[in-house]
């Protein structure tokens, strides 16, 4: 498939294409995607599923590794997700948040307590100012969608085994002049649910 731009055709590239040049990008630690300007080759039949899935022409990508290097090079740009080496830009489709963190560590406890995750492609990060968590919650069933900050602004859905541990652990703190349920990580207090929610 190509795309025109002024007198210049783009091609779309293929998933090897990207993974070549992902490849090189990542010899020198996470690639700096932010700082690429490339132009935008079109929308790649590429899609993370809830899961951390990674799809391509619908059909599972069963190599880690491989996944892996995609996830070095996503940049998220508004409210769409792109593919973004030196020189092709594609957009991909991710239904939920591009990293599912599927384990954390935790140390100390109360305001000294430090969380520690990892996510289904083996970054791992502390939670904290850098690293915020949030929840959100489904309007109409209540049900609670975790998310930790991986880097610059993607982030990793908690999956359900992992939440259900961070709970076990949290406490009740005053936010904002409320009292609230949430978790302590790195000096920071990150709200989950009003205290007086828990008493309903």
């Given at each position: 498939m190509a795309k025109t731009l002024g007198a210049r055709k783009l091609e779309l590239p293929s998933a090897e294409?990207?993974?070549a040049s992902a490849q090189e990008a990542a010899k020198r630690g996470i690639p700096p995607v932010?700082?690429?300007d490339p132009p935008f080759c079109g929308d790649l039949d590429m899609r993370i599923a809830r899961d951390g899935t990674w799809f391509y022409l619908g059909t599972p990508i069963g190599r880690p590794g491989l996944v892996k290097l995609f996830s070095s090079i996503i940049r998220k740009d508004s409210d769409d997700y792109f593919l973004v080496t030196p020189v092709e830009k594609v957009g991909i489709t991710v239904d939920d948040a591009p990293f599912v963190a599927i384990d954390?560590?935790?140390s100390g406890s109360g305001e000294e307590q430090s969380l520690q995750f990892e996510t289904h492609v083996g970054d791992t990060f502390?939670?904290?100012p850098e690293h915020p968590i949030r929840v959100m919650r489904d309007p109409e069933t209540g049900e609670p969608s975790p998310y930790v900050l991986?880097?610059?602004n993607l982030e990793a859905?908690?999956?359900r085994k992992s939440f259900y541990?961070?709970?076990d652990i949290g406490n009740h703190h005053t936010h904002d002049g409320e009292s609230w349920f949430g978790l302590w990580s790195s000096g920071v207090f990150f709200p989950v649910?009003?205290?007086a929610d828990l008493s309903d």
């Open positions: 294409s990207l993974a932010e700082k690429w954390f560590e935790a502390t939670a904290g991986v880097r610059r859905l908690i999956d541990r961070l709970v649910i009003p205290s």
